[in-house]
T-cell receptor, first 114, second 112 residues
């Protein structure tokens, strides 16, 4: 089915480990985004990408790495996980710029760092 | 940078009641967006507003773009159980084209 899918849905990892969250969309949307959701903070942008091989930092990029070698995939890597990175992570895509094209969100990855 | 303040933080309402929530910005917005997040899912766009004073409806939902361009309001009329969730306001970030900034959200709980 067409859409945006995130995997895994749940992940528990230990402090210091590297972990990669996957995001795949089938619409060929140009823009893709990674947000984290924490109580009291709403959704905060980590990284975004305007097209393949073009990425840029968001509001809270420290400790994260992204790549976009193909239009449909936008993986997010935590190079050395910390407890403060325990959160729910949402990937999103849009046809154009966020404010005149609706963001389509995945169902999230709940990450726990112990 | 700009800040989005959304209130109230949470609401407990009875089925059939009307709900109002608002969002204010420290700077002028050209666009206001309202998203809803159902439990266990990602947010979904409800309403987009592009002009000061604009009033737009989507079923029982009505949103308004404030005249000052620094605020927006979302109303839900005759609430039903499926209205439960978190409602987010959002607007474009001024420091980079293509980025959205979200409010902290209003959690709505509907009791029968």
């Amino acid at each position: 089915d067409a859409g945006i899918t995130q995997s895994p849905r749940y992940k528990i990892t230990e402090t210091g480990r590297q972990v990669t969250l996957m995001c795949h969309q089938t619409w060929s949307h140009s823009y893709m985004f990674w947000y984290r959701q924490d109580l009291g903070h709403g959704l905060r942008l980590i990284y975004y990408s305007a097209a393949a091989d073009i990425t840029d930092k968001g509001e809270v990029p420290d400790g994260y790495v992204v790549s976009r070698s193909k239009t449909e995939n936008f993986p997010l890597t935590l190079e050395s996980a910390t407890r403060s990175q325990t959160s729910v992570y949402f990937c999103a895509s849009s046809v154009g710029s966020s404010y005149n094209s609706p963001l389509h969100f995945g169902n999230g990855t709940r990450l726990t760092v112990t | 940078g700009q800040q989005l303040n959304q209130s109230p933080q949470s609401m407990f309402i009875q089925e059939g009641e009307d709900v109002s929530m608002n969002c204010t910005s420290s700077s002028i917005f050209n666009t206001w967006l309202w998203y809803k997040q159902d439990p266990g899912e990602g947010p979904v766009l409800l309403i987009a507003l592009y002009k000061a004073g604009e009033l737009t409806s989507n079923g029982r939902l009505t949103a308004q773009f404030g005249i000052t361009r620094k605020d927006s309001f979302l109303n839900i009329s005759a609430s039903i159980p499926s209205d439960v969730g978190i409602y987010f306001c959002a607007g474009p970030s001024t420091d980079s084209w293509g980025k959205l900034q979200f409010g902290a959200g209003t959690q709505v709980v509907v009791t029968p």
